[in-house]
């Protein structure tokens, strides 16, 4: 499965965002989906992810950003509102399969100016 993400900017403080991230072949929803992200001297750390059974978020988002996932486009997508400086970092689709396998995308750059 190859993953491809879009979206990413430059924005100020407050504002929003959309990332979007495109599987290569089908997904399955029983099959967790998400995004990590990556800001420089730090390690990568969940920010969303969903399945067929839950929808998680880092407590350092829930309230601003919003997870969804259309199946029958093999997308999954992160709405960001409210972004604030300490959300820049590099943003990172993954897929996990049945095996749990785990694939990654290529990473999006999101940079938020104070």
């Known amino acids: 499965v190859q993953l491809v993400e879009s979206g990413g900017g430059l924005v100020q403080a407050g504002g929003s965002l959309r990332l979007s991230c495109a599987a290569s072949?089908?997904?399955?929803?029983?099959?967790?989906m998400g995004w990590y992200r990556q800001a420089p001297g730090k390690v990568r750390e969940l920010v969303a992810m969903?399945?067929?059974?839950?929808?998680k978020y880092a407590d350092s988002v829930k309230d601003r950003f919003t997870i969804s996932r259309d199946n029958a486009k093999n997308t999954v997508y992160l709405q960001m509102n409210s972004l604030k400086p300490e959300d820049t970092a590099v943003y990172y689709c993954?897929?996990?399969?049945?095996?749990?396998?785990?694939?990654w995308g290529q990473g999006t750059q999101v940079t938020v100016s104070s």
């Open positions: 993954y897929y996990a399969d049945s095996s749990r396998r785990q694939y």
């Open positions: 072949r089908t997904i399955f929803s029983i099959n967790p």
């Open positions: 969903t399945d067929s059974y839950r929808t």
